[in-house]
Nanobody, 127 residues
Framework: EAQLVESGGGLVQAGGSLRLSCVAS????????IGWFRQAPGKEREGISC????????YYADSMKGRFTISSDNAKNTVYLQMNSLKPEDTAVYYC????????????????????WGKGTQVTVSS
């Protein structure tokens, strides 16, 4: 059974950093791209970044460039999201998701279908 499990969320002060992890199991990670998304209360889901674990190609939403960095460790079946200079408006539930095929920037478009989703990890940034 395919599964994605996020971890690393928590409460952090503005200006701080967090590294989120997404551990994949039950499918061949090389065949899939992984994306990070977030959803704040009362807001639509936002795409943050996605990565091809096969060749390391990455894409970022324009609004997420500069403070967020996606990376992968294939030996650990894990994709990371490093978040720096966090702001209160970054408060949200952060999800990772997988989609079979060639990674593209359009994966970050609102409502883009993904094959598998994790249950999310809460990130709260205090002012």
């Amino acid at each position: 059974e395919a599964q994605l499990v996020e971890s690393g969320g928590g409460l952090v002060q503005a200006g701080g950093s967090l590294r989120l992890s997404c551990v994949a199991s039950g499918f061949i990670l090389d065949d899939y791209g992984i994306g990070w998304f977030r959803q704040a209360p009362g807001k639509e889901r936002e795409g943050i970044s996605c990565i091809s674990t096969r060749d390391g190609v990455t894409y970022y939403a324009d609004s997420m460039k500069g403070r967020f960095t996606i990376s992968s460790d294939n030996a650990k079946n894990t994709v990371y999201l490093q978040m720096n200079s966090l702001k209160p408006e970054d408060t949200a539930v952060y999800y990772c998701a997988a989609l079979w095929g060639v990674v593209a920037g359009t994966w970050l478009d609102n409502g883009h279908r993904m094959d598998y989703w994790g249950k999310g990890t809460q990130v709260t940034v205090s002012s």
